[in-house]
């Protein structure tokens, strides 16, 4: 039934619908090159855009139009280019690439896994681990750079499991010449884009990338009991513990620890903390965490509470040499954190 403010609600209670479209439409701006492609030649018309990127010029036209009514896109004498908006969102694409791009998969299948709870929803695990590199360059890689300044000068070797593209093994090493890294990854798409960079970056010397998951540390042959090694986990334990166990993460680093009493393990991870105060009252928890901890309920991984985490090391025999969160800059919500491990003596 009509009332006097009917559109005036119906334009409030629409907001998620544009924002939906909008991320959605500015995810793919970001990933087919559109946005890179005006800041490098601004005033280029729709046709002659597509044509540099292999699109149909009919529809780069409309999505041109539509971000122009948002304020992504100015139109002048024929031409496109981008506004101030338009050109700072390149900055964030990374959180476009994981959580639209690797998570829109998941979230189309919300309604089936709801009614099905053996299910598990599917996700795009190559944007997934991209995204998630690109935005560790923000949050994750200060904080790691934090536990390896406290190690001192003893590692010289980074095995990071799970590494995605090896991207944010990549940028750890491009600020610490003296060290060299694994990185172990399953996917082997993953593998081919973290060969890419690594060629581009000129770390062949000092990066490997080897095909294989988590669960194969347990299997690695180190010398000297792993001295100056130090394994990596950035939100990876996450997956082994749904789609393994709990109890297949405890007997991981309990094996490791036992063949290597020497190596040192760190990780990040997220403290589930879905109804904290700061959940609904901080804009990055809102707008980040928020989709984050509901996604993960869905899909093949499982986050746990700090102090779950403190618990099982304590079980093992594992001491916290030193504990970090991100930079408040980047991320003030102290939902992320990580530790740097090593066997009690």
Known sequence: MLTDDFERRLIEHTQPVRQF???????????????????????????????????????????????RNEGYTVLEDGGWSLSAKGREVQVFAPWYEMLVGGYAPSMDQLGEVLKDGSRYASRNTTKVGEGSCGIGA???????????????????????????????????LVTRPKLAGVGVEPHGE??????????????????????????????????????GISFM???????????????????????????HPKARWLIVEMDLQPLS?????????????????????????????????DAMFDRLGLTVEAAATPDPRADSTGLQFGVLLAKRR
């Open 138 to 172: 923000y949050d994750a890689l200060p904080l790691v750079q934090s536990l390896l300044d406290s190690a001192g000068d003893g590692l010289h070797k980074i095995i990071d499991l799970g590494c995605g593209d090896g991207g944010f093994l990549m940028d750890v």
């Open 190 to 227: 993953s593998i081919v884009l973290g060969e890419r960079r690594r060629a581009e970056l000129g770390l062949e010397d000092r990066m490997e990338l080897v095909k294989g998951g988590a669960l194969d540390a347990a299997g690695f042959d180190l010398a000297d009991g792993g001295e």
């Open 277 to 309: 105060p700061v959940m609904g009252s901080h804009g990055l928890a809102l707008n980040f965490y928020n989709p984050y901890f509901l996604i993960h309920s869905i899909t093949q991984q499982r986050l746990e509470t700090r102090g779950w985490w």
């Open 21 to 67: 479209f909008l991320a959605q439409a500015l995810h793919h701006a970001l990933h087919l090159g559109v946005v890179g492609a005006l800041e490098e030649e601004p005033g280029a018309d729709a046709g002659k855009l597509a044509g540099r990127l292999g699109l149909d010029p009919y529809r780069t036209g409309a999505l041109l139009r539509y971000l």
């Open 233 to 259: 986990t950035a939100f990876v334990l996450q997956e082994v513990m749904q789609q393994e166990s709990p109890e297949a993460v405890e007997n991981l680093l309990a094996t490791v620890f036992e063949r």
